[in-house]
């Protein structure tokens, strides 16, 4: 009797790359005796046109199924799978980026994986026979998240842990919890996080070697920074569970991710202001509260190209750029105000001195100026977040 496969691609702005990509999934049918192989396109609504593409392909061809769902990696996959699953009723389940980058090959070595009698199969780059042709860079990033995941998540027999390519049973995907794996979220959390769901849920598993390459065509879609955050948090958030300590610590580190970027942004524009200040008393003589006038205008300037860029990038504000500086102007001018008023009080009460910490001199203008960071930061983020980046729906 013969068993079906479904390799589920999902996409997004994979146009230029689809129909070459699917040819050489169904021609690996060729490599796997006793197998059918069917593919189910998921797309995200790709801009490009590839959801069209993937229309015309799955009406000129039974062996491929087509499903379009809202944006994300993780939505794609896991829908796929439910929808696979519940239509197409797989043998195995297969997964694969549609992107190319990794060799095709791997998949037949996932279904014997399956046959042996496991019921996950982890495509790696990290074992005997694996290959990894990104920069190095890139290399160096897989690998670490990989690692990070293996040090502080565990199992520490697995070593890859971040690429799609992956097999594993129906009856396997039916016990995962998916409440455990937040596959909704926007980064590729969804990969060590699925494995993990997996791995609780009882999986037998086996890694097996792949070849993994740059893009042909098209572009990386890794949001590398967001990314990192992400391993970080949910693997702590996974030892934490295994060792009984039931703290929603990933979830609540989402919420607070924007305050977080907010705090990495403002310890540099502090460091900017930092500089500056020292370099006005010192250099030119100008009094402590003077000179933090000075330097926390050119820390404002500082962090308003870094908010907009990185803290706030996917808020809809409807606001223009010149709106939204302008106003973070007057925000940080409040900020200012509390900055100055702090030292200015201080150093009418404490004066001119030196402080001996730990065998270290610290100028008391120094203590002034670090004890205007807290008050400070906290009113600029309220504000800003409520006021010169709130989000406007659509």
């Known amino acids: 009797m013969v068993k079906i496969a479904v390799v589920v691609l999902p996409t997004f702005n994979e146009k230029d790359n689809l129909e070459k990509f699917v040819t050489e999934v169904l021609n690996e049918e060729k490599n796997i005796p006793g197998y059918k192989l069917e593919v189910l396109i998921v797309d995200s609504n790709s801009p490009d046109g590839t959801g069209e593409i993937a229309k015309k392909l799955a009406s000129k061809n039974s062996r491929i199924h087509f499903l379009s769902v809202e944006r994300g990696l ?160 949910y693997s702590v958030d996974a030892r934490l569970k295994k060792l009984g300590i039931d703290i929603p610590f990933f979830a609540l580190s989402r919420r607070a991710k924007t305050f977080l970027k907010f705090g990495v942004v403002g310890l540099l524009g502090t460091a900017v202001d930092f500089g500056f200040y020292n370099f006005f008393i010192i250099a030119l003589d100008l009094r402590p509260a003077t000179s933090k006038g000075f330097s926390t205008e050119i820390a404002i300037v500082h962090n308003f190209i870094l908010n907009n860029a990185w803290t706030f990038r996917h808020r809809n504000t409807q606001k223009t750029l010149w709106h939204k500086f302008s106003i973070f102007n007057l925000v940080s001018l409040g900020g200012l105000l509390i900055g100055v008023l702090i030292i200015k009080l201080l150093h009418m009460v404490y004066g001119d001195g030196v402080l001996n910490f730990l065998g270290v001199s610290v100028p008391y203008y120094n203590v002034y100026f670090f004890a205007t960071i807290a008050p400070v930061m906290i009113w600029n983020f309220i504000v800003n977040h409520l006021v010169t980046w709130r989000h406007v729906e659509d």
Not at 112 to 139: C, Q, T, W
Not at 193 to 203: C, E, K, W
Not at 218 to 232: C, E, H, L, R
Request: with cysteine.
């Open 74 to 233: 993780g939505v794609g996959l896991i829908k796929g799978h439910q929808y696979s699953i519940a239509s197409l009723h797989p043998d195995v389940c297969v997964q694969l980026d549609a992107d190319g980058q990794v060799d095709v090959e791997v998949i037949p070595k996932l279904i014997k994986v399956i046959e042996d009698d496991y019921s996950l199969a982890i495509g790696s780059r990290f074992i005997e026979g694996g290959r990894n042709y990104l920069s190095p860079s890139r290399r160096f990033f897989s690998w670490g998240s990989s690692l990070f995941c293996k040090l502080v998540m565990g199992p520490a027999n697995i070593r890859e842990w971040s690429n799609s390519a992956r097999a594993f049973t129906p009856e396997l995907f039916k016990k995962i919890n998916l409440d455990q794996v937040p596959w909704k979220e926007s980064t590729f959390i969804v990969q060590p996080a699925f494995l993990n769901a997996a791995i609780l849920a009882g999986a037998r598993y086996k890694e097996v070697p792949l070849i993994f390459k740059n893009r042909a065509v098209g572009y990386s879609k890794m949001k590398t920074v967001n990314y990192i955050f992400d391993v970080v948090t």
